[in-house]
Nanobody, 124 residues
Framework: QVQLVESGGGLVQTGGSLRLFCAHS????????MGWFRQAPGKEREFVAT????????DYADSVKDRFTISRDNAKNTLYLQMNSLKPEDTAVYYC?????????????????WGQGTQVTVSS
C-alpha cells in the first residue's frame, strides 16, 4: 500500500518562497513517476509539475515554469517542490501523486495514489 503525505505549505507574501515535501511510504517510490497538482477554491485540480522515475525528465505547467522546481530523492523516498517568486494566483491546496510508470503525465487520472494535500496561501 502506498501512502503519500505532503508538508511544507503555509502563508507567504507575494514574491516569497516555499518548499513542499511529499513523503512516500511503500517500496515503489523509486520505480514510479511523481507529480504535483493543485486545486484552488471553486476550480478544478490542475497540473503543476511532474518528474520521471530517476529524475531525468521533468515537465512544468506554463504558469509555474521558471519559478517552480520539482525534484526527488529516491534514497529518502521524498518528492520536493521548490516554489519561488510566489504569486497570489498560486494559492491552492497542493497534492503530490504517484504514477506506476517511468515518466509522468499531466493528466490526473493517470496517477494511482494521492496525498491529502497541503495548503499554500500567497498574500498580496
Amino acid at each position: 500500500q502506498v501512502q503519500l503525505v505532503e508538508s511544507g505549505g503555509g502563508l507567504v507574501q507575494t514574491g516569497g518562497s516555499l518548499r513542499l515535501f511529499c513523503a512516500h511510504s511503500g517500496r515503489t517510490f523509486n520505480v514510479n513517476a511523481m507529480g504535483w497538482f493543485r486545486q484552488a477554491p471553486g476550480k478544478e485540480r490542475e497540473f503543476v509539475a511532474t518528474i520521471s522515475r530517476n529524475g531525468d525528465d521533468r515537465d512544468y505547467a506554463d504558469s509555474v515554469k521558471d519559478r517552480f522546481t520539482i525534484s526527488r530523492d529516491n534514497a529518502k523516498n521524498t518528492l520536493y517542490l521548490q516554489m519561488n517568486s510566489l504569486k497570489p494566483e498560486d494559492t491552492a491546496v497542493y497534492y503530490c501523486a504517484s504514477r506506476e510508470a517511468y515518466v509522468g503525465s499531466r493528466l490526473a487520472p493517470d496517477y494511482s495514489y494521492w496525498g491529502q494535500g497541503t495548503q499554500v496561501t500567497v498574500s498580496s
